[in-house]
């Protein structure tokens, strides 16, 4: 399987950063990693392997990128207001120079993107937020709840990456129209932690005619990185 880095200079975060690309053919997937991992945990916890047969038969190309919720939601040592700044710059990395990257790099405007828990929730906000720029999400266990980590601070910053909030009041009909053709993907198992805010969302799509797949997968146990391969092997195709 070939792998290969591009590293620059990101304006938008102020420092270098790295994707990692698995495959050099197919449509491309952006791959978020949970909360607080990095480019190399969908290697480490088997996600790569388990999309093998994509990567190697020219299906997909994986593109990794670093997590900044380290600096961003989990940063208590800094303010609410500088915790969801700096996610508006991740935001922008990811709008202005990773899907541009993913679109020089194979020629191909449809771009899918897919996490788990914090992945989940940043895969489904973009969309959401840009459906012009992504077209389907793979959300496995998505934490879509971001005001436990805003310490009871509300501004417009946080209303509009919270999308248990802002997708309920979204009127722009043209916005929407975009939302409703994308392939919008919630996937849980049965002792998920944010089983609950699933089916929120869910039923959220549901109330703004989004069409969109709820995947209540039952298989469960101590192998869970697994049971989360079997589930992008599924869905990513």
């Known amino acids: 399987m070939e792998k290969t880095s591009q590293s620059w200079q990101s304006p938008s975060l102020g420092r270098e950063t790295t994707v990692t690309v698995y495959g050099n053919e ?5 791959a978020l990693p949970s909360a607080g991992g990095d480019r190399s945990e969908w290697e480490e916890r088997g996600l790569i392997e388990s999309l093998s047969y994509q990567i190697e038969n020219g299906h997909n190309r994986i593109f990794c990128v670093d997590s900044i919720d380290n600096e961003t939601f989990f940063n208590t040592e800094i303010p609410p207001r ?13 709008i202005d120079e990773v899907l541009p990257f993913i679109h020089k790099s194979t020629g191909d405007l449809f771009v899918m993107a897919a996490g788990v828990d914090m992945g989940g929730y940043h895969a489904l906000n973009l969309l959401l937020k840009h459906p012009g720029q992504i077209q389907k999400v793979i959300a496995v266990g998505g934490r879509f709840q971001i005001r436990p980590f805003m310490d009871d601070f509300f501004d417009d910053n946080v209303y509009y990456n919270n999308p248990l909030e802002y997708l309920p009041n979204l009127d722009d009909k043209e916005l929407l129209e975009e939302i409703r053709s ?6 849980v198992t049965p002792d998920d932690p944010n089983l609950d805010l699933n089916y929120f969302m869910s039923d959220i799509l549901r109330s703004k005619a989004i069409e ?24 990513v195709p």
């Open 212 to 235: 969109h797949i709820f995947d209540y997968w039952l298989e469960t146990g101590d192998n869970l990185w697994e049971i989360r391969g079997d589930i992008l092997q599924r869905h």
């Open 82 to 94: 500088v915790r969801i700044n700096r996610h508006r710059h991740y935001e922008s990395y990811i």
């Open 182 to 187: 994308s392939d919008i993907r919630l996937v």
């Open 26 to 30: 197919g449509t491309p997937l952006l």
